[in-house]
């Protein structure tokens, strides 16, 4: 009998194995009919704006904010919506906020450094053997790779919220959804309960880079490469991990190319060109320019660079604490890190690892899914044998002015003052996510109410206050804003604060602000917040050349667009949460998430209160579940 074999790449694709999972669905089956982010009622914007800026604003500042608020209900603000309306309309393909949200992003002259990219800490290996810098780099890379061929090849199952998994996470589901045709595919899955998610940020995951610019970056995309980049200390490494015909190099084989370079001593003497990262984009743009034009091999690395599937670091240091792991992911000392790749994945000395990612191309859906189909992956394998292959990693070459190494001496002195300014805290809760089930309230809104109280209890009183809601139910949805800080969580505060109101009562207000948190949320993901249809009112009246309309202009709409407590929710069993840092000089970012065994916060700002925040955001949550306990009937 003949067995047919590949003779092409793509067959040798269609029939290589290696891939995290092979879907019934095709990957973005679901695409083309996605529902399309609602535009909301002006009315309804309006009046919760209103209900935002309250808490957070003098009883004079929110009057002001009423007859603004009146005067553009009746006046511009119809015809500003009107305008948005039908400039949405034009653009069916996408959502009324997407081009704006990245040409924010692109637009921005701030470093991308800390300023912008988050990161996201990965579990260690549940195998001791494969914790070591060299197996869990080498892991993680693999896995990586064969997460990218599943992309790549759309044998990823389609990102999809099973309401009723009874139902929807079924074969006969998945074959009868694959028959459907995709013009309609998206309305028979939501009519059993499973509501597919939008997945156009994928397509920037791996091979792209965000380039900079004068005035404004791009975002580049290099479909046919091949190979990753290493950083060690100074220096970076280049070697392929996908063959001609587009399958992926033995797993021992990125083993030996990881031996190899770690073999290599660590430059951790000299300036790395990852500083330049850290510069402000105008800055970096035209250092960019410069160094391209001053060496003979510096555009053919950079291009190597910009164009590997993604980025590695092998981190020096050796953090243990919470607090060093979350810094040393955050910052590194900008040497080793290039902060422009969509993703650079990072392995400290000691084996830990996470994943830090550029912001501009996506909000994290695609990110989350990678790391968790990664890690899941990853600790399938066992540790893979050392020496069986020849390495052959090339080092990349870069000839440095003088007007180049003064650039990069000036950004290590900056960035060095700037890490330094930069406090981190990390705390760990025995409060754990069984309280939701146990006391019948939703733990996220515990969490977030924990926070506005262990605020609340340092400063005494209340502050704009940012959550981060995905829009990913739509297409090209981006985000929305869950302004947390509500009448019902100044109330509640105000409660746990007085020494005569009752534990019954501080648990009525407990529940009626964690209640109105969860009503914002899922006002939120179903694209029903104010911030963005606020910000493309705004921008409406920019491109029709009006005068800005007086509610933009007033201290209290300041007050709201300078966030305090800038707050982001992780859980995941794979994931040990994530950290960013503080959006202006007075913030707070806190990364928080709470699991089975647990609940911690990583807090990240310049102000010297750092650690009372830190302690009473632990004491905050350990009280709050305290008025639960005692009130539980």
């Given at each position: 009998m003949k067995v047919l074999r590949p003779t092409t790449p793509a067959l040798a694709r269609a029939f290589s194995s290696g891939y995290v999972q092979k879907t019934v669905i095709p990957t973005y089956h679901f695409q083309k009919s996605l529902m399309r982010l609602p535009v909301p009622k002006l009315e309804d914007t309006l009046n919760r704006y209103l209900l935002a800026v309250q808490p957070v604003v003098s009883p004079d500042e929110f009057k002001a904010t009423q007859r603004e608020v009146e005067a553009f209900r009746t006046g511009l603000g119809p015809q500003l919506h009107d305008a948005l309306v039908a400039r949405d309309k034009a653009s069916p393909e996408t959502s009324y906020i997407n081009k704006w949200w990245f040409e924010m992003y692109v637009r921005d002259r701030q470093p991308v450094a800390i300023n912008v990219n988050p990161q996201i800490k990965i579990k260690d290996d549940p195998n001791p053997a494969k914790n070591t810098q060299n197996q869990r780099a080498a892991s993680l890379i693999a896995s990586s790779v064969r997460f990218f061929r599943t992309l790549r090849d759309k044998q990823l199952e389609p990102d999809v919220f099973h309401t009723k998994p009874q139902h929807s996470k079924t074969a006969l589901f998945n074959n009868v959804m694959k028959m459907l045709p995709e013009a309609i595919s998206f309305y028979g899955a939501a009519a059993v309960g499973a509501y597919p998610l939008d997945m156009s940020q994928y397509k920037n995951l791996f091979q792209s880079t965000r380039v900079p610019g004068i005035g404004e970056d791009s975002l580049q995309v290099f479909p046919?490469?091949?190979h990753i980049v290493v950083q060690r200390g100074s220096d970076f490494f280049k070697f392929d991990v996908l063959k001609a015909d587009g399958t992926a190099v033995a797993d021992a084989e990125i083993l030996a190319q990881i031996d190899a370079i770690l073999a290599t001593p660590a430059n951790l003497t000299t300036n790395g060109l990852g500083l330049m990262t850290t510069l402000g984009r105008d800055e970096w743009a035209n250092a960019r320019a410069h160094l391209i034009a001053s060496g003979t091999n510096n555009a053919a690395s950079l291009?190597?660079?910009?164009?590997a599937?993604?980025?590695?670091?092998l981190?020096?240091?050796?953090?243990?604490?919470?607090?060093?792991i979350s810094r040393t992911f955050l910052t590194g000392n900008g040497s080793n890190h290039w902060f422009d790749k969509s993703f650079q994945l990072l392995v400290a000395a000691n084996g830990k690892a996470s994943v830090n990612f550029e912001h501009s191309w996506g909000d994290g859906v695609a990110v989350l899914r990678y790391l968790n189909e990664m890690y899941t992956?990853?600790?399938?394998?066992?540790p893979l044998p050392v020496g069986e292959r020849s390495a052959t990693a090339s080092p990349l070459s870069f000839t440095f002015s003088d007007e180049t190494k003064a650039t990069l001496a000036k950004a290590h002195a900056t960035y060095e003052a700037w890490t330094k300014r930069l406090l981190i805290e990390t705390v760990e809760t025995p409060v754990t996510k069984a309280i939701g089930a146990t006391h019948g309230i939703g733990t996220d809104g515990v969490m977030q109410m924990a926070?506005?109280?262990?605020?609340?209890?340092?400063?005494?009183?209340?502050?704009?206050t940012y959550e981060s809601a995905s829009t990913a139910a739509f297409k090209h949805g981006r985000t929305e804003t869950i302004r947390s800080c509500t009448n019902e969580a100044v109330a509640f505060c105000t409660a746990m604060e007085n020494a005569s109101v009752s534990v019954g009562d501080q648990a009525s207000a407990l529940r009626s602000a964690v209640k109105k948190h969860s009503e914002l949320t899922k006002n939120g993901v179903m694209g029903q917040g104010c911030d963005r249809h606020l910000f493309g009112l705004r921008k409406m009246a920019e491109i029709e050349g009006l005068e800005l309309p007086g509610l933009y202009t007033l201290p209290s709409y300041q007050t709201m667009s300078h966030i305090i407590l800038s707050t982001s929710t992780l859980s995941s069993p794979n994931l040990d949460g994530g950290s960013f840092g503080p959006v202006n000089e007075d913030c707070y970012g806190i990364?928080?998430?709470?699991?089975?065994?647990?609940?911690?916060f990583q807090l990240a700002s310049y102000r010297h209160d750092l650690g009372d925040m830190r302690d009473l955001l632990a004491k905050s949550v350990q009280d709050i579940e305290a008025v639960l306990v005692a009130t539980k009937k």
């Amino acid at each position: 009998m003949k067995v047919l074999r590949p003779t092409t790449p793509a067959l040798a694709r269609a029939f290589s194995s290696g891939y995290v999972q092979k879907t019934v669905i095709p990957t973005y089956h679901f695409q083309k009919s996605l529902m399309r982010l609602p535009v909301p009622k002006l009315e309804d914007t309006l009046n919760r704006y209103l209900l935002a800026v309250q808490p957070v604003v003098s009883p004079d500042e929110f009057k002001a904010t009423q007859r603004e608020v009146e005067a553009f209900r009746t006046g511009l603000g119809p015809q500003l919506h009107d305008a948005l309306v039908a400039r949405d309309k034009a653009s069916p393909e996408t959502s009324y906020i997407n081009k704006w949200w990245f040409e924010m992003y692109v637009r921005d002259r701030q470093p991308v450094a800390i300023n912008v990219n988050p990161q996201i800490k990965i579990k260690d290996d549940p195998n001791p053997a494969k914790n070591t810098q060299n197996q869990r780099a080498a892991s993680l890379i693999a896995s990586s790779v064969r997460f990218f061929r599943t992309l790549r090849d759309k044998q990823l199952e389609p990102d999809v919220f099973h309401t009723k998994p009874q139902h929807s996470k079924t074969a006969l589901f998945n074959n009868v959804m694959k028959m459907l045709p995709e013009a309609i595919s998206f309305y028979g899955a939501a009519a059993v309960g499973a509501y597919p998610l939008d997945m156009s940020q994928y397509k920037n995951l791996f091979q792209s880079t965000r380039v900079p610019g004068i005035g404004e970056d791009s975002l580049q995309v290099f479909p046919d490469s091949k190979h990753i980049v290493v950083q060690r200390g100074s220096d970076f490494f280049k070697f392929d991990v996908l063959k001609a015909d587009g399958t992926a190099v033995a797993d021992a084989e990125i083993l030996a190319q990881i031996d190899a370079i770690l073999a290599t001593p660590a430059n951790l003497t000299t300036n790395g060109l990852g500083l330049m990262t850290t510069l402000g984009r105008d800055e970096w743009a035209n250092a960019r320019a410069h160094l391209i034009a001053s060496g003979t091999n510096n555009a053919a690395s950079l291009r190597d660079i910009d164009s590997a599937l993604f980025m590695v670091t092998l981190e020096h240091a050796a953090p243990e604490s919470d607090r060093d792991i979350s810094r040393t992911f955050l910052t590194g000392n900008g040497s080793n890190h290039w902060f422009d790749k969509s993703f650079q994945l990072l392995v400290a000395a000691n084996g830990k690892a996470s994943v830090n990612f550029e912001h501009s191309w996506g909000d994290g859906v695609a990110v989350l899914r990678y790391l968790n189909e990664m890690y899941t992956d990853s600790v399938k394998h066992n540790p893979l044998p050392v020496g069986e292959r020849s390495a052959t990693a090339s080092p990349l070459s870069f000839t440095f002015s003088d007007e180049t190494k003064a650039t990069l001496a000036k950004a290590h002195a900056t960035y060095e003052a700037w890490t330094k300014r930069l406090l981190i805290e990390t705390v760990e809760t025995p409060v754990t996510k069984a309280i939701g089930a146990t006391h019948g309230i939703g733990t996220d809104g515990v969490m977030q109410m924990a926070i506005q109280l262990a605020h609340f209890r340092l400063h005494g009183h209340f502050v704009s206050t940012y959550e981060s809601a995905s829009t990913a139910a739509f297409k090209h949805g981006r985000t929305e804003t869950i302004r947390s800080c509500t009448n019902e969580a100044v109330a509640f505060c105000t409660a746990m604060e007085n020494a005569s109101v009752s534990v019954g009562d501080q648990a009525s207000a407990l529940r009626s602000a964690v209640k109105k948190h969860s009503e914002l949320t899922k006002n939120g993901v179903m694209g029903q917040g104010c911030d963005r249809h606020l910000f493309g009112l705004r921008k409406m009246a920019e491109i029709e050349g009006l005068e800005l309309p007086g509610l933009y202009t007033l201290p209290s709409y300041q007050t709201m667009s300078h966030i305090i407590l800038s707050t982001s929710t992780l859980s995941s069993p794979n994931l040990d949460g994530g950290s960013f840092g503080p959006v202006n000089e007075d913030c707070y970012g806190i990364g928080y998430g709470i699991e089975s065994i647990g609940s911690m916060f990583q807090l990240a700002s310049y102000r010297h209160d750092l650690g009372d925040m830190r302690d009473l955001l632990a004491k905050s949550v350990q009280d709050i579940e305290a008025v639960l306990v005692a009130t539980k009937k």
